[in-house]
């Protein structure tokens, strides 16, 4: 009898314990779901929905390491002045045993026809770059060359009458007894056989043909170019009236050969000039818009 009251209020007792678990888990339930939310303060009304607008004070740090080169600095002071370029060297005329024969091509590429005096008036082609004697090439002018002498500019220009002096476009050579002959408007020396053929003194032709440099005191001469290979040298700014135009040249005739040698190069021309001294006939072969002519001198 006792055991099933021990039995029953132990029910009871499990019962009880279960109901007050629930009624606990119900009670915190309640409270969590019945807590407030966490309220946002309301924005200030002086503040816009769009970014703040920065202030000038915002790009003080850019204005101030000038960023973008924005304010470049318009004086420099005169403790951070720079120092005054060195004067210009001026070019002194050059002492070296040297005579300036001609010079020929255009304004990008020059050559230099130079004598060698203490060759026994050896002649050669050079451009900027090369060497003669002691000084090298630094630049080629239609008139003069200059040099570096041991770091000293020098400069060698046409001659007349054994002085240094520039040569108008028209005139650069020294001039001998036989250039006389070579003025423009003197005809002596020449006599027109035909269209092609003209009888010329031999003393006219070795002075207009015997020296590339002579070439260019009446005529500039400009290399001619074809697929980028020389072919010859162009005649332009042939003086009128001079005693080219007189052989039968005209402006703009293009020489490539002389008694069949190619002057594709100063250096082949001044060779084929040189080996005139004892011909007896010149023939020159030309283009003449894009023609091919040949006109022939009887030397006498």
């Known amino acids: 009898m006792l055991k099933r009251y021990f039995w029953l209020a132990h029910v ?3 019962t009880l314990a279960a109901w ?3 009624d606990m888990v119900k009670a915190y339930l309640s409270a969590k779901l019945m807590a407030p939310f966490a309220v946002r303060p309301p924005q200030s009304r002086s503040t816009p929905d769009r970014p703040t607008q920065a202030v000038p004070a915002d790009y003080a740090v850019i204005k101030e390491r000038n960023v973008f080169n924005a304010n470049p600095p318009t004086n420099t002071p005169a403790s951070e002045k720079p120092p005054p370029p060195p004067p210009a060297q001026e070019i002194q005329p050059t002492q070296l ?3 300036l024969v001609g010079v020929a091509g255009s304004d990008n590429q020059r050559y230099a026809v130079i004598e060698d005096m203490t060759k026994r008036g050896v002649q050669a082609v050079y451009q900027v770059g090369d060497t003669v004697q002691t000084a090298q090439i630094t630049a080629i002018s239609r008139d003069c060359v200059v040099f570096n002498n041991g770091g000293k500019s020098e400069e060698l220009c046409f001659q007349r009458d ?3 002096m520039k040569a108008p476009p028209s005139q650069s050579a020294r001039p001998g007894p036989a250039a006389k002959a070579a003025q ?4 002596s020396g020449i006599v027109r056989v035909d269209g092609a053929t003209w009888r010329v003194s031999r003393e006219l032709l070795l002075e207009q043909f015997g020296n590339f440099g002579n070439l260019s005191t009446q005529a500039r001469m400009m290399p001619y170019m074809v697929q ?3 072919q010859g ?4 700014q042939l003086v009128p009236d001079s005693t ?3 052989l039968g040249l005209q402006n703009g005739d293009v020489l490539q050969k002389i008694n069949g040698l190619n002057i594709n190069s100063p250096a082949e021309a001044l060779q084929a000039f040189q080996q005139l001294h004892n011909e007896s006939s010149v023939r020159l072969e030309l283009l003449r818009q894009n023609r091919p002519t040949t006109l022939t001198y009887d030397i006498r």
């Open 228 to 230: 980028g290979q020389p």
């Open 162 to 164: 054994g002085l240094e």
């Open 184 to 187: 423009p408007g003197d005809d």
């Open 20 to 22: 007050l678990g629930a």
């Open 97 to 99: 045993q040297l005579k």
């Open 244 to 246: 080219l135009q007189k």
């Open 233 to 236: 040298f162009r005649l332009v």
């Open 12 to 14: 009871l007792l499990v």
